[in-house]
């Protein structure tokens, strides 16, 4: 069975750059569907970035287009979301996600009910 851990998270001043890991451990996560998602204090969880399984496909939210990238190290088995110009309201706990499931119509699913596994989340805290 599949973990995922998070890192990377911490406090950045407006404009700065972060970059999230999620290493997974038990399998190889290859050519997993992968996600990552955040969820604001008092708000519901959103999606932010997905990559499809054989890394030809991203999907990424309005609010971080131009700015957030989602990647692959197969011989590290780890997920990156590099996050860059980062705001105030980029302010969250960040989860990375696996989807065991992959359909070709919706190869970056955007709904966390569509994830089956996930980590236990890092603090993104920007400030002004």
């Known amino acids: 069975q599949v973990q995922l851990a998070e890192s990377g998270g911490g406090l950045v001043q407006a404009g700065g750059s972060l970059r999230l890991s999620c290493a997974a451990s038990g399998r190889s996560i290859s050519s997993s569907v992968m996600g990552w998602f955040r969820q604001a204090a008092g708000k519901e969880r959103e999606f932010v970035a997905a990559?499809?399984?054989?890394?030809?496909?991203?999907s990424y939210a309005d609010s971080v287009k131009g700015r957030f990238t989602i990647s692959r190290d197969n011989a590290k088995n780890t997920v990156y979301l590099q996050m860059n110009s980062l705001k105030p309201e980029d302010t969250a706990v960040y989860y990375c996600?696996?989807?065991?499931?992959?359909?070709?119509?919706?190869?970056?699913?955007?709904?966390?009910?569509?994830?089956?596994?996930w980590g236990q989340g890092t603090q993104v805290t920007v400030s002004s």
């Open positions: 996600a696996l989807a065991e499931v992959y359909y070709s119509f919706n190869p970056t699913p955007k709904l966390s009910g569509e994830y089956d596994t």
């Open positions: 990559l499809a399984r054989t890394d030809d496909y991203t």
